[in-house]
């Protein structure tokens, strides 16, 4: 999931990432979203807006936000 990495190497590390989502520090929880290759939609949100939309929810969910979803 390339977003995803995308986002993973905004914040530096996995384990700055699941802390700035409010995971603590630890970065198990990313790891599970690159093996399900999912994202939770509220999760997709809130990277985007910490990211400034360099890494936008319809990258990280496209089945819910991107320009196919209903």
Excluded: H
């Excluded at 997709?44 to 979803?69: M, N, Y």
């Amino acid at each position: 999931m390339d977003a995803l990495n995308r986002a993973i190497a905004f914040f530096g590390t996995k384990s700055e990432m699941a802390k700035q989502l409010g995971y603590g520090s630890g970065s198990m929880v990313i790891r599970q979203w690159e093996v399900r290759k999912s994202v939770p939609p509220q999760k997709a949100i809130l990277i985007e807006k910490l990211t400034d939309g360099a890494v936008t929810k319809a990258e990280l969910c496209p089945e819910i936000f991107g320009d196919d979803a209903a």
